[in-house]
């Protein structure tokens, strides 16, 4: 079993969607949680970093962490075409990072 | 801010050369990593410096993959001699906190191997 669980997809949503991205995991020891975003040939790009069990919002994108269910997901309101990427979630202890494999997202304009 | 910056951003060789990318992390960031990232594949991590010690080189292929990070700055990571299926984007990321903490991205050095 991998450490980090992620529906690989791919996405397809009509623009304005709100879209749900999501990732199990199975190490208690994880302490921090990020999504990134990563547009084609691109390195990833930092979208969000949790620590705690809650919400966190960023203007369109929220990102929630339920410690208790090992579950974070990430939230995005009104997509839009320019949101089409893969979203990489990652999760951190002891300074080890562990990501999952992506899910790619497509939004149709 | 300058971010993480790599080099070359793309290589193609032909099996058995060597090959080397460079890497300059975000000033300041003492933790420096390097990652391989296959086609629809998150980053796995090939080795982590704390300075300029490699503190988790568990899953480097030392038989060919070398990597050094002379004076904590920036680093290298070399092929050699490179096979096919080394052919992959090699990311370079930094942090700037020596336990936890974000994890910043380079565009990466994607390689090809003929």
């Known amino acids: 079993q991998k450490e980090v669980e992620q529906d690989p997809g791919p996405l397809s949503v009509p623009e304005g969607a709100i879209v749900s991205l999501n990732c199990t995991y199975s190490?208690?020891?994880?302490?921090?949680f990020m999504w990134y975003r990563q547009y084609s040939r691109k390195g990833p790009e930092l979208l969000m970093y949790t620590y705690s069990s809650g919400n966190k919002e960023d203007g369109r994108f929220t990102a929630q962490v339920d410690k208790s269910s090992k579950y974070i997901s990430l939230f995005i309101r009104d997509s839009q075409p320019s949101d089409s990427a893969t979203y990489l979630c990652a999760m951190e202890t002891g300074n080890q990072f562990y990501f999952g494999t992506g899910t790619s997202l497509t939004v149709i304009p | 801010e300058a971010g993480v910056v790599q080099s070359p951003r793309y290589k193609i060789i032909e099996k058995k050369q060597p090959v080397a990318f460079w890497c300059n992390p975000i000033s300041g960031h003492n933790t420096l990593y390097w990652y391989l990232q296959n086609l629809g594949q998150g980053p796995e991590l090939l080795i982590r410096?704390?300075?300029?010690?490699?503190?988790?080189d568990s899953q480097l292929p030392k038989d060919r993959f070398s990597a050094e990070r002379l004076k904590g700055v920036d680093s290298t990571l070399k092929i050699q001699p490179a096979e096919l299926g080394d052919s992959a984007v090699y990311l370079c990321?930094?942090?700037?906190?020596?336990?936890?903490?974000?994890?910043?991205f380079g565009e990466g050095s994607r390689l090809t191997v003929l």
């Open positions: 990321a930094s942090s700037s906190r020596a336990w936890g903490g974000e994890l910043f």
């Open positions: 190490n208690s020891a994880f302490q921090y």
């Open positions: 410096y704390e300075n300029e010690e490699a503190v988790d």
